[in-house]
């Protein structure tokens, strides 16, 4: 079974700041806590959400869609509700929600929105092309996360003793 990245943002300007929230679609499916620079309108009031295109990126945005699990049965319908918060990400060609990153941010993220499960001091954004962030020992001229520690996100599945993810905590030092 394929497993999507899950966020928790701890604390936001976004959450007070609704300057920093924008809608996007993108022609790639995101998982939430993955990075993406918003550049040109592709629709009213909607951006288009692209790959950032190097590790020095500024402006960076985290997706952070609401969260409606669902899965895709066998004829290719979408049926919503089932599943949990590992089981969804933004559809391609689907309106998602990215917050624009701000310096002192506080978020955690999964590993499947990171490179790899090797930490190091920081993060910045992938310039692969793929949306997720990178492991780096130094720092770059554009954004980048600091890491904080390693801990876990809550996500009930209904199973006793189950129901978390390792998750890693960042804080935005330079945007």
Sequence with gaps: MTYHAVTKLNAMAAQDVQAYNADFISASNLD????????????????A??????????????VDSPVLPFVTNSAGDKI????TARDFYTI???????????L????????????SSTTAAYAIPDDSGNYKWKWSAVTVNGCYLQYLSTGYISVPD??????????????????
């Design 158 to 175: 209904g199973g006793i003793n189950s129901g978390r993810v390792t998750s890693y905590k960042f804080r935005v030092a330079h945007i």
């Design 80 to 83: 919503n509700g089932i599943g």
């Design 104 to 115: 002192g941010d506080e978020i955690e993220i999964s590993a499947e929105a990171l490179d």
């Design 49 to 62: 959400a692209t790959a950032p295109s190097s590790a020095s990126s500024t402006g960076v945005y985290i």
């Design 92 to 102: 391609a060609g689907e309106v998602g929600v990215a917050r624009r990153l701000q």
């Design 32 to 47: 939430n806590g993955f990075a993406c620079v918003l550049l040109t309108m592709s629709g009213s009031e909607v951006y």
